[in-house]
């Protein structure tokens, strides 16, 4: 009987533990090759949706896209084609749809040409990180975000796609100091005046920054550059008499 029971009895048994393979190291030459890098690369949302996009998008959007399709044209070879595109977009308005509101632009002939005959994308990203406006030169933070320099970027990109008196004034109206690449901005800003009037005008220019720099390096100079210290000019002071 006592081993009918035992055999009635029955048993947990463990289950077997299933084998899992470990994948096998491959080494890196049997990897297959990576793809070629794009040429053109989808940016980053904020930076536009295009290549060569401005930093500003709010600002200089519309005049960025005349840049970029400008500097496509030279890179490609394509400047038949870039060239009709840009004239198709001179003077006629242009809608411009973004997640707030629905706005209308339009381009001047000017802005077409700097676009295409030279680096308009360049000017837009050297008047955003190339500008120091004056009442920012103490200043160790940097300037983007705080209202004179949104100001600034607003009556460029304003003058940039209208190309006139007003907005040149507007433009004019920040005291700053400007980078090098935007010198075709000025040049065709002025290209409808005198020649002679433009070459003598910019020569005078060239005249007081080599004045104002010369001044400012032998005033630099004549300062001393190391101070007395307290406890030498507390020596010096004389013992009152009594």
């Not at 005198?194 to 104002?212: P, Y």
Request: positive net charge; hydrophobic residues 35%; contains cysteine.
């Amino acid at each position: 009987m006592a081993e009918g029971k035992d055999l009635m009895r029955t048993r947990e048994r463990a289950l077997p533990k299933p084998e899992i393979s470990k994948p096998k190291a491959s080494s890196k030459k049997d990897a297959p090759p990576k793809p070629p890098a794009p040429e053109y690369r989808r940016p980053m949302l904020h930076s536009g949706n295009y290549p060569d996009a401005p930093r500003d998008a709010g600002v200089f959007g519309p005049v960025g896209l005349l840049g970029a399709i400008g500097r496509w044209a030279r890179r490609t070879q394509e400047m038949g084609r870039g060239k009709a595109v840009l004239d198709s977009l001179a003077g006629q308005p242009m809608l411009l749809i973004s997640y707030e509101q629905i706005s209308q632009v339009r381009f001047d002939h000017h802005t077409t040409r700097l676009a295409l005959e030279h680096d308009l994308t360049k000017i837009v990203d050297s008047l955003y990180l190339g500008t120091t406006l004056y009442s920012e030169l103490e200043s160790a933070s940097t300037p983007f975000g705080k209202p004179a320099f949104k100001t600034f970027c607003l009556m460029a990109g304003r003058f940039l796609q209208s190309f006139n008196s007003a907005a040149f004034i507007d433009f004019m109206a920040s005291r700053a100091e400007y980078a090098t690449e935007i010198a075709p901005l000025f040049t065709e800003y002025f290209r409808h005046m005198d020649k002679d009037i433009v070459q003598s005008a910019s020569e005078l220019g060239r005249w007081l920054n080599r004045t104002a720099y010369f001044a400012a390096k032998s005033e630099a100079e004549e300062f001393p550059l190391k101070r007395e210290s307290p406890k030498s000019s507390k020596s010096r002071k004389r013992r009152p008499k009594f």
